[in-house]
């Protein structure tokens, strides 16, 4: 599955996952939440702040998880200050989800 960025034109590839455990108990983890719009609806993204790569949704009763951190083709390091790379941490985004993989969409996009 791909989620679109449609202000920043982007392509996060979204995996299948569990349900995270968000269990307070003796994990030692802190998790958050920001909203965020997917085709048209106001979904929580879920990411565990202490030691996390990946945020976690559920759309249609099924869970998945996205890096938050992440850019279209190989970027340097300088290319990271200057913004290409988005980090999806911020509230607010408004994302399409559609089926597919992330080669496709950018290969169909140019």
Do not use: C
């Amino acid at each position: 599955m791909v989620l679109f960025d449609v202000e920043h034109r982007l392509y996060y590839e979204a995996v299948n996952s569990a349900r995270p455990k968000m269990a307070p108990i003796r994990q030692d983890r802190a998790w958050g939440y920001v909203w965020k719009t997917v085709n048209g609806e106001r979904v929580k993204f879920w990411i565990d702040f202490r030691r996390g790569r990946y945020m976690y949704f559920e759309y249609g009763r099924k869970w998945y998880r996205v890096a938050y951190l992440q850019a279209n083709g190989k970027k340097s390091g300088d290319d990271v200050f200057d913004g290409a790379m988005i980090d999806l941490t911020v509230d607010g985004h408004r994302l399409l989800f559609m089926k597919g993989r992330v080669g496709r969409q950018t290969a169909r996009a140019v």
